[in-house]
T-cell receptor
Framework: GAVVSQHPSWVICKSGTSVKIECRSL??????MFWYRQFPKQSLMLMAT?????????EQGVEKDKFLINHASLTLSTLTVTSAHPEDSSFYIC????????FGQGTRLTVV | RKEVEQDPGPFNVPEGATVAFNCTYS??????FFWYRQDCRKEPKLLMS???SGNEDGRFTAQLNRASQYISLLIRDSKLSDSATYLC???????????FGGGTRVLVKP
């Protein structure tokens, strides 16, 4: 089946630094990818929809200048958490639709 | 009211027993419905799609009730490996995107 690969799977960074997360669709082209955030014991919350070749669409309450999304090709979307703070520590998951929604393995971000 | 709601559980289930739980959605225009399974610290994985006619996959049965706006999942002959969080996922509950329920935690015990 279709596979979505996300990297890195976990990262620890210092407060104030930026972190880039990559999401790749390995055997299909994805014009649209989705970025989610999941806090402990909560469900996935959609942060933004990443559109190939155009600007991402952000959900209400998500700062577009803090969570930079780039979807430069049909197989790659990146999420950059800029000036990360401890409250940004979370599980970030990307997803792409093919015949169903396929999810990356997730990135556990810890900001110290 | 949340767009997709689930009983968070946990449902403590003896091994071999049957467990069932529902998920309600608020938007009658919602188009597609799915059950995903998520293990701790892992990404969600599709368990099954849900159709109006109901569908079964081994020990798992899913049903959709459009009139009452809920979907259900039933697990028969529960295995220890069925312990997980089951996510109700709806396409079209809030525009052209997937909306996730909060998840129902199931714990199968020997």
């Amino acid at each position: 089946g279709a596979v979505v690969s996300q990297h890195p799977s976990w990262v620890i960074c210092k407060s104030g630094t930026s972190v880039k997360i990559e999401c790749r669709s390995l055997d299909f082209q994805a014009t649209t990818m989705f970025w989610y955030r999941q806090f402990p014991k909560q469900s996935l919350m959609l942060m933004a929809t990443s559109n190939e070749g155009s600007k991402a669409t952000y959900e209400q309450g998500v700062e577009k200048d803090k969570f930079l999304i780039n979807h430069a090709s049909l197989t790659l979307s990146t999420l950059t958490v800029t000036s990360a703070h401890p409250e940004d520590s979370s599980f970030y998951i990307c997803s792409a639709m093919n015949t169903e929604a396929f999810f990356g393995q997730g990135t556990r971000l810890t900001v110290v | 009211r949340k767009e997709v709601e689930q009983d968070p559980g946990p449902f403590n289930v003896p091994e071999g027993a049957t467990v069932a739980f529902n998920c309600t959605y608020s938007n009658s225009a919602s188009q597609s419905f799915f059950w995903y399974r998520q293990d701790c610290r892992k990404e969600p994985k599709l368990l099954m799609s849900v159709y109006s006619s109901g569908n079964e996959d081994g020990r798992f049965t899913a049903q959709l009730n459009r009139a009452s706006q809920y979907i259900s999942l039933l697990i028969r002959d529960s295995k220890l490996s069925d312990s997980a969080t089951y996510l109700c996922v709806v396409w079209g509950a809030a525009g052209n995107k997937l909306t996730f329920g909060g998840g129902t935690r199931v714990l199968v015990k020997p």
